[in-house]
Structures are given as structure tokens and as C-alpha cells.
């Protein structure tokens, strides 16, 4: 194995170890236009091969696809990595403007075996419930998901944008190994309460988007001109219109520390996120997502980076600028009910 691996950290008081930066895979079938699917299969034996073992995908990646593509490889290597998916978000192929938001009990079995399925695989080792429908209490939604723990199909449990209250509510059911949200230098809203209500609870959280959706990387300044017309990036604010070239005057920070350290802003924006574990003192494992080897090496390079007080200082504005919300539609995140 190579001597570059990542170190390893707990997920979540009773959880599994695994590498301290996972993957995201869902751009490898979803959302950001078209993938080298040879490529992306090499990103995911790379990544396994330099000590990322938390791979996340989720039933609503291409409608299952992402579940599907990333199946031999799961397979292959079983014994050796840590399995996320998620269920809730219910969307139809045939018809792109639904979307639903499910916790009920029904919908929760049906979707296990689904994913169950999709992936070839006996259990899986972190199942998030996707976002939260309120309309469903939380003893109910857990309570299942609890069941599926109790019948060898689920190890862990974990949700996803979810408020303090939330999680504890769902922990006082089942213990839950793991939160998941936007957290990034543009997206900080979960410092004012999760971060806070799972360190107390001593649940690990999965910061997803950690590059502001490559925002952060310096790669983007007019999502109409720069990203491919399926990519679902030129739908959301931050990439359009004037908020594109507001956000992205705000990297001269990111830009001004990347070149005096001979790093990529990727790697100052991806340090910054690792550094948050010790700035909160929580088990913190962000998930980029890449379909390339390069990116990928990147990234985990990041892990060995260390921000020093002044570079911390100099980034610290910069969320409280940030133009645009995280999505259209900000009512199935966490920020959107509290």
C-alpha cells in the first residue's frame, strides 16, 4: 500500500474507523454533466488504494445509477471500506419537476431494499435519512431505520441536514453515527447550532459540497459560459448572474494563500474544513467529489496541510459575503426550519 494514505478517524462514538476525507460519488452519474466512466472508475480504486474507505452515494444519484455504478467496485473491495447511502429524496425520471420528500415507514423499507439491490451488497454500513419531512415525527422515521440495524441491513444511522433539535430527538431513539450537511468557507450556517449539538452527542460530521460545488477551486466565473448545459450548477445562485462575479472576487484570500504556500485553492479550501475538527472538537470527514485521479490526489493532499492563525484569520470573512443561497429552494435544509 502507499505511504501517502490518509490517516483514520472514528465515525461517530460507536462507528467504524475510516479515512478522514471520504468521496462523494454522485457526480460520477448525476448532476455535473458527462463522466468518463473508466476514469471514474480508476478515481474510486485510487481513492481506496490511498486510504479513503467512506465512499457516499444515494438512491436519488441517477435515479439509482450512481448505486449501480459504483457496485462492482463496492463489491469487490467489501472488507474494506465503509458503505454510505441515503434515502427521502423521491424523484421520477419520467417526469422532472416532482420531487417529494419521505420518512414514512413504508418508504424507508421499500427504499432499503432498493438500494440493497442497486448495490449487490447484504447491508450498508451508514444510512442517512436524506432531508427531513416534518410532517413525519422523528420516533417514526428513526424508529425504522432503527429496525433495519436490528435485522443486519443497516449498521449505522445518520441524517442529513438536520437542526439540533432534530438530532437529538433522533438520538434519543437511535444512537446516530453521523451528520451531514453543507460546510465549507461559503457555507458555515451549521457552526450556529449542529456543529455544537454532535459534538455534544458525539456524532462525526460529513461535511458535503467542502469545494462549494468547485466553486472554491477558482475554476468558475460564469456558470453560463464555463459548465456544460446539463450541469446542474447553472441553476443555483451562487453560479448565476452577478452573484458568479461577486463570489468570485471573494477567493483572493484563498487565491493569495494558495500561491505563497505552492498549493491549489482547492487544498487551502479542503485544510480549512479538515481544520474544523480541531477548531470544534469533533470528528469531522468532508467528502469532495471527483471522477479524476488527479483531482482526487489533490484533494487528499490536502489532509496534510495546516493553516497557520493569520491564514485562518484572513478567510474568515469570507462566508458573510457569500452571494446567493446554497440551493433555489433553501426549505428542505436545516437553515430553512430554524
Not at 208 to 236: H, I, M
Not at 241 to 248: F, I, K, L, P, T
Request: glycine share 8%.
Amino acid at each position: 500500500m502507499s505511504k501517502d494514505r490518509i490517516d483514520t478517524v472514528g465515525l461517530g462514538t460507536d462507528g467504524p474507523l475510516v479515512g478522514v476525507q471520504g468521496l462523494g460519488c454522485m457526480g460520477m452519474s448525476a448532476a455535473y454533466g458527462p463522466t468518463d466512466e473508466t476514469e471514474a472508475r480508476a478515481t474510486l480504486e485510487r481513492a481506496l488504494e490511498l486510504g479513503v474507505t467512506l465512499f457516499d452515494t444515494a438512491d436519488v444519484y441517477g435515479f439509482g445509477r450512481n448505486e449501480e455504478f459504483i457496485a462492482p467496485f463496492v463489491q469487490a473491495n467489501r472488507d474494506h471500506l465503509t458503505l454510505a447511502t441515503k434515502f427521502a429524496i423521491e424523484r421520477r425520471e419520467d417526469d422532472p419537476s416532482f420531487q417529494a420528500i419521505r420518512n414514512d415507514r413504508a418508504y424507508i423499507r421499500a427504499s432499503v431494499e432498493g438500494s440493497l439491490r442497486r448495490l449487490g451488497v447484504d447491508h450498508i454500513d451508514l444510512y442517512y435519512m436524506h432531508r427531513r419531512n416534518v410532517d413525519v415525527p422523528m420516533e417514526e422515521s428513526v424508529g425504522a431505520m432503527a429496525e433495519l440495524v436490528a435485522e443486519g441491513k443497516v449498521r449505522h444511522l445518520g441524517l442529513s441536514e438536520v437542526s439540533p433539535g432534530e438530532l437529538r430527538a433522533a438520538h434519543a431513539v437511535h444512537p446516530i453515527a453521523a451528520v451531514q450537511s453543507e460546510w465549507s468557507l461559503f457555507s458555515r450556517d451549521v457552526e450556529a447550532g449542529i456543529v455544537g449539538a454532535a459534538k455534544e452527542l458525539g456524532v462525526a460530521f460529513v461535511p458535503y459540497s467542502p469545494l462549494g460545488r468547485g466553486f472554491l477551486t477558482g475554476a468558475f466565473v460564469s456558470a453560463d459560459k464555463e459548465l456544460d448545459s446539463n450541469d446542474w450548477r447553472r441553476t443555483q445562485p451562487r453560479f448565476t448572474g452577478d452573484n458568479a462575479a461577486a463570489n468570485a472576487a471573494l477567493l483572493e484570500p484563498v487565491r493569495k494563500i494558495a500561491e505563497a504556500r505552492g498549493v491549489s485553492l482547492a487544498q487551502v479550501a479542503l485544510a480549512w474544513v479538515q481544520q474544523r475538527a480541531e477548531v470544534h472538537g469533533l470528528a469531522v470527514i468532508p467528502i469532495p467529489g471527483t471522477r479524476k485521479r488527479t483531482r482526487l490526489e489533490e484533494n487528499l493532499a490536502a489532509t496534510r496541510v495546516a493553516l497557520d492563525a493569520a491564514e485562518l484569520a484572513e478567510l474568515e470573512p469570507i462566508a458573510g459575503k457569500v452571494a446567493g443561497n446554497r440551493y433555489p429552494d433553501m426549505t428542505f435544509t436545516a437553515v430553512g426550519r430554524e
